[in-house]
C-alpha cells in the first residue's frame, strides 16, 4: 500500500536548513498496524504528514496505492486523500460547534454523499465505538476518552483504506486510552491498515511492527505477535508476545 524510497524532507529558512527525514525507505503492507516511535523531534510526525499526503518529500519516492505521490501538487494530494485517509489526532480536532452526528458525517458530506447513505454510514461509524447515544451531545459535554471515539467514528465513516494515529491517547487516562486502542486493533482486524505514531511503549505493543526513528533515520524495526486472551469472569486479558527483532541474527545463530 504504502513504499518510501530515499525519502528526505528538509525545511529551509534564512538561517538554518533542518533535516527532519533522511533516506527513509519504508513499506506498509494492506492490511498491516504499525507503529512509529522515536524521541521528539525525530521525524516521526513530518512522516506521517507525507503518508497522509498533507505534505511533499523534498526528495526521494512516495508510492500510496501504486501511484507516485511526491510530485503531486496540493490539490491533487487532496484528491487521493478523499476516501482513501482518515486521521486520528492526539487533540481530537472535533468541531465545538456542531453535534457529535455532524463531526462524524462532516467527511461524507466533503465526498458528496447523499443523505439516505451518510445517515446510514454515521449510525453504522458511531455503533462501532458506542457512542450513539451521545449522538445529539457537542463534543465539550463528553469526556476525553469519548471525544475520541468520535474522532475514530468520523477517521472511519468513509471507508479509509488507512487510517493514521497521531499520538492517539496522549491526552487520555490509561483506562480511556486502552478503550481507543482496542478500537483501532478491531478497525485493523476488520482490514484498515493503520500507521501510529507514540512514545507510549504500551501501545505499541497493539501493532505488530515498530519502526524506530532517530534523526530522521530507520534505526531498528521490531516485529510484534500478540495473542490476546480473554476471561469471561474475570474480564481480564492476556497478551502472550513473540518479539521477533528485525536486526541482527544473535550470537548461537552467528555461531551456526
Known sequence: MIKTVNLNKTYTTEEVETTALNNVNLEIKEGEFISIMGPSGCGKSTLLNIIGLLDNPTSGEFYFMGTEISKLNERQRAQMRKGNIGFVFQSFNLIDELTVYENVELP??????????????????????????????????????????????????????????????????????????????????????????????????????????????????????????????????TAVEAVVEAEAPSETEADA
Open 108 to 237: 461524507l458530506l466533503y465526498l458528496g454523499m447523499g443523505s439516505d447513505e451518510r445517515k446510514a454510514r454515521v449510525s453504522a461509524a458511531l455503533e462501532s465505538v458506542q457512542i450513539v447515544h451521545r449522538s445529539g451531545h457537542f463534543p465539550q459535554q463528553l469526556s476525553g476518552g469519548q471525544q475520541q471515539r468520535v474522532a475514530i467514528a468520523r477517521a472511519v465513516v468513509a471507508g479509509p483504506k488507512l487510517i493514521l494515529a497521531d499520538e492517539p491517547t496522549g491526552n487520555l487516562d490509561s483506562t480511556h486510552g486502552e478503550e481507543v486502542m482496542n478500537l483501532l486493533t478491531q478497525m485493523n482486524e476488520a482490514g484498515t491498515t493503520i500507521a501510529m505514531v507514540t512514545h507510549s511503549p504500551a501501545d505499541a505493543e497493539y501493532s505488530q511492527r515498530v519502526i524506530h526513528l532517530f534523526d530522521g533515520h530507520i534505526v531498528t524495526e521490531n516485529f510484534i505477535q500478540s495473542h490476546y486472551i480473554h476471561s469471561d469472569k474475570a474480564e481480564e486479558e
